[in-house]
């Protein structure tokens, strides 16, 4: 006899890619929007994983096997902004009471870069939070240089935020470019890691994105 495949699906991959889903029809849109549903807390979060703990393959888990995490709330509600603005508003509430909250900080706890990139996202969509100052504290050794460089570029991007000073951004741009972008090889950036109550620590860097940072950074200096 045949067994169903395993499959696990992350909740903010889901709606990354449904975000970028060239003219889905309504119909599967509905139909995806009615899963992420079903994953949908008492306290209106997302869990992460799709999938249910039997048929979960190659995770880690934690003291929670599948808990709710703010960077992919925000991936969540970027989605809902475009396919069901009331959804996305009822996220946003939750979040404004749980965003400082620790125990919703889970892959992201130690890795606060990307959720910090995405205030400029959230701001457009109608919900302007801001990541808690504790967790940029609380970001993994190294990281200082990315979370300056993600900090004024948010500056950058938030017309009431207060720019940097021009000088300012390119002594950053300068030192993460000094001896050949040797900070981005030495210390990348860390995007994301699993969960710290798992028996296994695991991190994940990526040095093409401090390269796209830097660029990033850069063309919006320029522009500005």
């Known amino acids: 006899m045949k067994?169903?495949?395993k499959i696990l699906i992350v909740?903010?991959?889901?709606?990354?890619?449904?975000?970028?889903?060239?003219?889905?029809?309504a119909a599967l849109r509905t139909?995806?929007?009615?899963?992420?549903?079903?994953?949908r807390t008492g306290e209106g979060l997302y869990r992460t994983w799709l999938a249910p703990r039997e048929r979960y393959e190659c995770i880690d888990v934690g003291k929670d096997p599948n808990p709710p995490d703010a960077g992919i709330q925000i991936h969540v509600l970027l989605l809902l902004a475009k396919s069901d603005p009331?959804?996305?508003r009822a996220l946003c509430d939750a979040l404004r009471r749980t965003f400082g909250e620790e125990r919703i900080w889970v892959y992201y706890k130690a890795a606060p870069l990307v959720p910090l990139?995405?205030?400029?996202?959230?701001?457009r969509a109608g919900c302007p939070l801001?990541?808690?100052?504790?967790?940029?504290?609380?970001?993994?050794g190294g990281?200082?240089?990315?979370?300056?460089?993600?900090?004024?570029?948010?500056?950058?991007?938030d017309p009431e935020g207060g720019w940097p000073s021009s000088p300012e951004t390119i002594a950053l741009l300068s030192a993460l470019a000094d001896d050949d972008f040797a900070a981005v090889r030495k210390s990348p950036p860390l995007l994301y890691h699993n969960d710290f109550t798992a028996p296994t620590p695991r991190f994940y860097w990526s040095e093409d994105f401090g390269y796209a940072l830097w660029l990033r950074l850069y063309l919006a200096h320029r522009q500005r």
């Open 11 to 25: 909740e903010d991959d889901t709606s990354l890619a449904w975000r970028i889903a060239p003219g889905a029809p």
């Open 143 to 157: 990281q200082e240089p990315w979370i300056a460089a993600a900090r004024q570029l948010d500056r950058l991007l």
């Open 86 to 88: 009331p959804g996305a």
């Open 130 to 140: 801001r990541v808690p100052e504790a967790r940029l504290r609380a970001a993994a």
């Open 3 to 5: 067994t169903a495949p």
């Open 117 to 123: 990139l995405r205030q400029a996202d959230l701001r």
């Open 31 to 39: 139909r995806a929007l009615g899963v992420l549903a079903q994953y």
